[in-house]
């Protein structure tokens, strides 16, 4: 049976492609950034707008991406203007929109199916208008990352070198922190609020068993990152099984196997 002749199929895939490269590039970024946890906290931030979408009876991505971008700022904010420490901040907005999300959502009458969707993914049920954001979402972080390179890798790996050279450190933090919201938030039905973070985090760590160059970093986070949600995805159709999960369990094994190959073999 050709898979690729159902519409949702042909979804799942577009969604696996446009996944793989945004969360590949960005994954890159945040951990050379050394700001995973800051993504982890602007994830569960993010909840706190969804539960309110739920309760209003709006797009829940769009509440998503409202509380993703303003917990990113106000990290942001709090960290370097603020003076609060930077684990601080992310636990008082982690916690913050964990807790109005799961206010919303007891507010909300009736039940909420769709709502295990964007804690757990389902890439089988993307949306062709979801798919359209991520499309753009793409766009704007190759366009980015490719013209402002450089100066994303100086700040990136010497702040303080880039700050000294006269580079616009704060203006590219706030830029890059909120895209690193949007790419959270987009990807967000892939696999799900509680696993976002490994979607951004394990094909970079694949990738530089390979390579330390940065340029090099991005794209085979990209092509590890395709490799294993699309695995996932296929594994999880013909078994049954919850497809976020299945990807990130696809892509911890490849890892695995990968470290190994690298170990012995290399």
């Known amino acids: 049976m050709d898979l690729f002749s159902y519409a949702f199929f042909q979804k799942a895939f577009l969604a696996a492609v446009f996944a793989s490269i945004s969360c590949g590039i960005v994954g890159s970024y945040i951990v050379a950034r050394r700001i995973v946890f800051i993504s982890g906290g602007i994830t569960h931030a993010s909840f706190g707008g969804i539960g309110l979408a739920f309760l209003m009876g709006f797009n829940p991505l769009v509440g998503a991406v409202i509380f993703a971008v303003g917990a990113a700022l106000g990290i942001q904010f709090f960290t370097k203007v603020a003076r609060v420490r930077e684990d601080s901040s992310i636990a008082i907005f982690w916690s913050f929109g964990m807790a109005l999300g799961i206010i919303f959502v007891f507010m909300t009458p009736g039940y909420t199916p769709n709502l295990m969707s964007y804690l757990f993914g389902n890439i089988l049920t993307v949306t062709i208008s979801e798919l359209w954001w991520m499309f753009i979402l793409n766009v704007v972080v190759i366009l980015f990352f490719s013209v402002f390179f450089r100066k994303i890798l100086y700040i990136a790996f010497d702040e303080e070198f880039a700050r000294a050279a006269g580079l616009p450190?704060?203006?590219f933090n706030y830029l890059?922190?909120?895209l690193v919201a949007l790419t959270v938030v987009l990807?967000?039905?892939v696999v799900g609020i509680i696993l976002i973070l490994s979607l951004l985090t394990i094909p970079q760590a694949a990738a530089n068993l390979f390579t330390k160059d940065f340029k090099h970093l991005l794209i085979l986070s990209s092509v590890f990152a395709f490799i294993g949600t699309l695995a996932g995805l296929f594994i999880?159709?013909?078994m049954d099984i919850p497809s976020g999960a299945t990807i990130i369990f696809t892509l911890v094994v490849m890892?695995?196997?990968?470290?190994?190959y690298k170990q012995f073999f290399r």
Do not use: A, C, P
């Not at 890892?255 to 190994?260: A, D, N, T």
């Open 176 to 178: 890059t922190i909120t």
């Open 187 to 189: 990807n967000i039905r």
């Open 236 to 238: 999880s159709y013909f």
């Open 169 to 171: 450190v704060s203006l």
């Open 255 to 260: 890892f695995g196997l990968l470290r190994l």
